[in-house]
């Protein structure tokens, strides 16, 4: 019992029980830092050049907005947004996209010279928009190509099951459908700008652009501000106020040279099967679930591109592209979206 006495008032003695407790705060306060602190926060910036949004372009920005939606590192986002728009469908993915980002991280869209029609849709869903003073901006509006007045009689060898299966509607309804997609685009800029609009939604629809700084007045975009006052403001927003910058068009790149290496991997051996077996690999179709394995075999996690993935980002490269033809002539390619939000007067 003497040794346990003893023992008890050794361990109890201040000079024991201080540096003891010192220790343990010590651990605790490394422990909430890493844990609670796991880095220093940051700011994605994602620059879109002059780019006609269509499906393959849509494609590229979506991966850069989803890029940052899952880096949790990330805490607010900067688009460096220059655009004429592009056809319906993908332009209003990229508003969407754009406004799904914005409900979990606050996004600061740069117009920079040209922002109109799709590219001004995509900028509506920010929480808040910059414009140079010479921005070209709104465009609200929609270019659609709807035929002839008379089609061309088919041939007796066509059967077809319904009087507008080969053209899908008749002129009236196609002039229709185009004032109903001009309304929707008009909504969502009324809504998403609110009480800062100050332009009706009839003026809005006649389509015409705005410099930026009349696009301020009219409360189509907040502020005049470079790319250092958009990244002021997504830190502002975000309620950091030391922060670093995360370039994420090169990360992309940077996953889509690692997926590549993980694919050509076989061609290290430089035998003539582990050739063979890269490329089908490349060409195999892609079913849905169509994943990339990892090094070791084993199923791959979550954000693994698929292949079908992989081989659009092979295709497609950049996001730069030219403005030349920007709408098809007729007949239409099958599957080829008729309805445009595009700018089509002169690019910058």
Same mark, same amino acid.
Request: glycine residues 12%; without cysteine; hydrophobic residues 40%.
């Given at each position: 019992?003497?040794?346990?006495?003893?023992?008890?008032?050794?361990?109890?003695?201040?000079?024991?029980?201080?540096?003891?407790?010192?220790?343990?705060?010590?651990?605790?306060?490394?422990?909430?830092?890493?844990?609670?602190?796991?880095?220093?926060?940051?700011?994605?910036?994602?620059?879109?050049?002059?780019?006609?949004? +269509?499906?393959?372009?849509?494609?590229?920005?979506?991966?850069?907005?989803?890029?940052?939606?899952?880096?949790?590192?990330?805490?607010?986002?900067?688009?460096?947004?220059?655009?004429?728009?592009?056809?319906?469908?993908?332009?209003? $993915?990229?508003?969407?996209?754009?406004?799904?980002?914005?409900?979990?991280?606050?996004?600061?869209?740069?117009?920079?010279?040209?922002?109109?029609?799709?590219?001004?849709?995509?900028?509506?869903?920010?929480?808040?928009?910059?414009?140079?003073?010479?921005?070209?901006?709104?465009?609200?509006?929609?270019?659609?190509?709807?035929?002839?007045?008379?089609?061309?009689?088919?041939?007796?060898?066509?059967?077809?099951?319904?009087?507008?299966?080969?053209?899908?509607?008749?002129?009236?309804?196609?002039?229709?459908?185009?004032?109903?997609?001009?309304? /929707?685009?008009?909504?969502?800029?009324?809504?998403?700008?609110?009480? $800062?609009? +100050?332009?009706?939604?009839?003026?809005?629809?006649?389509?015409?652009?705005?410099?930026?700084?009349?696009?301020?007045?009219?409360?189509?975009?907040?502020?005049?501000?470079?790319?250092?006052?958009?990244?002021?403001?997504?830190?502002?927003?975000?309620?950091?106020? /030391?922060?670093?910058?995360?370039?994420?068009?090169?990360?992309?790149?940077?996953?889509?040279?690692?997926?590549?290496?993980?694919?050509?991997?076989?061609?290290?051996?430089?035998?003539?099967?582990?050739?063979?077996?890269?490329?089908?690999?490349?060409?195999?179709?892609?079913?849905?679930?169509?994943?990339?394995?990892?090094?070791?075999?084993?199923?791959?996690?979550?954000?693994?591109?698929?292949?079908?993935?992989?081989? $659009?980002?092979?295709?497609?490269?950049?996001?730069?592209?030219?403005?030349?033809?920007?709408?098809?002539?007729?007949?239409?390619?099958?599957?080829?979206?008729?309805?445009?939000?595009?700018?089509?007067?002169?690019?910058?």
């Amino acid at each position: 019992m003497g040794f346990f006495a003893a023992l008890g008032r050794v361990l109890t003695a201040w000079y024991v029980v201080v540096p003891a407790v010192a220790g343990l705060g010590i651990a605790a306060g490394v422990l909430i830092f890493v844990y609670a602190f796991p880095g220093k926060p940051k700011i994605g910036v994602i620059h879109v050049p002059y780019t006609v949004i +269509n499906e393959l372009s849509a494609y590229g920005i979506t991966e850069q907005l989803h890029y940052a939606l899952r880096d949790d590192s990330i805490k607010a986002v900067v688009i460096k947004l220059n655009s004429p728009g592009g056809t319906a469908t993908a332009s209003e $993915r990229l508003y969407l996209e754009t406004r799904a980002l914005r409900e979990k991280k606050p996004v600061v869209v740069v117009m920079n010279d040209l922002v109109a029609s799709g590219g001004f849709l995509m900028a509506m869903g920010a929480s808040y928009l910059y414009a140079q003073p010479s921005s070209i901006t709104g465009n609200v509006g929609v270019v659609s190509r709807i035929g002839p007045f008379i089609p061309s009689i088919p041939s007796e060898s066509v059967v077809f099951s319904g009087p507008h299966k080969l053209d899908g509607g008749t002129r009236r309804e196609w002039i229709a459908s185009t004032d109903r997609l001009k309304g /929707r685009f008009v909504q969502i800029v009324v809504t998403e700008r609110g009480d $800062r609009l +100050n332009i009706s939604g009839d003026e809005l629809a006649k389509g015409s652009t705005y410099y930026g700084t009349e696009a301020v007045t009219l409360g189509l975009a907040d502020e005049i501000g470079t790319d250092s006052h958009a990244i002021e403001k997504a830190g502002e927003l975000a309620g950091i106020s /030391r922060y670093d910058l995360v370039d994420v068009n090169l990360e992309v790149q940077r996953e889509f040279f690692e997926s590549l290496r993980r694919v050509l991997e076989p061609l290290e051996t430089g035998g003539d099967s582990d050739l063979a077996d890269a490329l089908a690999l490349l060409a195999r179709d892609s079913k849905g679930g169509d994943t990339l394995p990892d090094a070791s075999g084993a199923e791959p996690h979550a954000g693994v591109p698929t292949l079908q993935h992989l081989r $659009r980002l092979m295709l497609y490269g950049t996001l730069d592209m030219g403005q030349e033809d920007p709408i098809p002539d007729f007949p239409m390619e099958i599957g080829r979206p008729n309805a445009y939000y595009l700018y089509v007067g002169h690019g910058p």
